[in-house]
């Protein structure tokens, strides 16, 4: 089984007009590699993360992107030697070697979830805990916003930076029928009541 961790929690807040934002960053250690899930912006906060669980940046072996907002992908700086993996490719350097189902060498499934952004994806892994889905944006809240996570307010959370609203819906009801607990892009890991 699959072991989780949930480096940060995400958040999206503003304060004075500007906006201070970074995704839930997820470490996957499956098969004896170590997946981290949407590195964030917050760079302090991921070495950080990373130290306290004894790592640094070379002891990661895959980092996964759920999907290319700017607040879930710029750290990748902190990984210039690691592949680059999305939905469906392996990027390293300029070679992208295409793949589909799981993430290569793992029990990791990759689900196609677009709606937020096109490309939009999301893991499940098999825990000891249950099936523990890593939703980036197909769920997501600001800070001052009440994380309402029975099935009715999950559906009809609005996002207002959603690119295919039908694509989105589907989504979500895609990985609620699927998960025990589902870790949002910005909020608390929450249960799903079946």
């Known amino acids: ?5 949930i480096l940060i929690e995400g958040y999206a807040r503003e304060k004075s007009g500007v906006w201070y934002a970074s995704p839930a960053t997820v470490l996957i250690n499956d098969n004896g590699l170590n997946i981290l899930v949407d590195p964030g912006a917050n760079k302090k906060l991921l070495l950080e993360a990373l130290e306290k669980e004894g790592l640094k940046p070379e002891n990661i072996d895959i980092v996964f992107l759920t999907h290319y907002h700017l607040d879930h992908i710029l750290n990748i700086r902190l990984f210039p030697d690691k592949d680059i993996y999305d939905g469906n490719t392996i990027n390293s350097d300029d070679k992208i070697v295409e793949y589909s189902g799981n993430i290569p060498n793992t029990n990791v499934q990759v689900i196609p979830t677009p709606g937020h952004a096109h490309e939009h994806c999301s893991l499940l892994v098999g825990t000891k805990k249950g099936k523990i889905v ?10 001052d916003e009440t994380q309402k996570t029975d099935k009715e307010s999950l559906m009809k959370h609005k996002d207002p930076y959603v690119k295919d609203k039908e694509a989105l819906t589907e989504s979500r009801k895609k990985l609620l029928e699927i998960a025990d607990y589902i870790i949002p892009g910005h909020g608390k890991m929450f249960k799903i009541e079946k």
């Open 1 to 5: 089984m699959a072991e989780i961790k």
């Open 134 to 143: 890593i939703a980036g944006d197909v769920f997501w809240w600001k800070d």
